[in-house]
């Protein structure tokens, strides 16, 4: 009896663990449990391309903004308000006088055209040795020459003003041209003076970009 107690025993541990590895491998879908050493790996590959995305995502929103920016420095085309101080010599009543003073400009540029350069600009200048000084105001319109070099004309009116007398009107014509400073002559009748000539420099200087 001893031995068929002991034999059924065995067959009943034998059957446990027989329904404990059944039960593992229905758990597993039937596969034994995968082994640990490659979960480290898949875990760095997911860390390595979450960071790619962290790290990419910023540059990728960045090259639109880098591309607009490029596009609106090179493009200068639009209208323009410039002022600067202008210097230069004035023939007027027989003599040379020094003329210093300063202009403002509106203008629209367009760099694809003949005429890249079109205009309004007005300004004054007070005489070295003469008393008073001259306002103008003028319209123009230039374009391209050689390489930088844009050239233009204007035309417009002028006032000689003085402390001692009325000021005095003319016209006058205006041959410019630059490539950064702009170097003009003018050439204008006034009442009662005559002929003047008026030759120098002035910078235009953009203030806005409208």
Do not use: C
Request: charged share 20%; aromatic share 6%.
């Amino acid at each position: 009896m001893l031995v068929p107690l002991a034999a059924r025993e065995k067959a009943r541990i034998n059957a446990g663990s027989a329904r404990g590895a059944g039960g593992i491998g229905r758990a597993t879908g039937g596969r034994a449990p995968a082994g640990r050493g490659l979960w480290p790996r898949r875990e760095v590959v997911a860390l390595v391309f979450a960071a790619a995305l962290v790290t990419g995502a910023p540059a990728a929103l960045a090259e639109p903004e880098r591309d607009e920016a490029l596009a609106e420095t090179d493009n200068l085309d639009g209208y323009y308000l410039a002022l600067g101080p202008r210097g230069g010599a004035l023939y007027t009543e027989g003599e040379w006088d020094g003329a210093f003073g300063a202009e403002v400009s509106l203008y629209h540029y367009q760099g694809d055209r003949p005429l890249s350069l079109l205009g309004l600009s007005g300004g004054m200048v007070q005489l070295s040795e003469l008393t008073g000084g001259q306002l103008f105001g003028e319209v123009g319109a230039g374009g391209s020459v050689v390489s930088e070099l844009r050239a233009g004309l204007a035309a417009g009116v002028t006032a000689r003003t003085s402390p001692v007398r009325h000021p005095r009107l003319g016209v006058h014509a205006t041959l410019f041209a630059f490539a950064g400073p702009i170097a003009y002559g003018r050439v204008g009748s006034l009442q009662d003076t005559g002929m003047f000539v008026d030759i120098g420099i002035r910078l235009a200087l953009p203030a806005l970009r409208l």
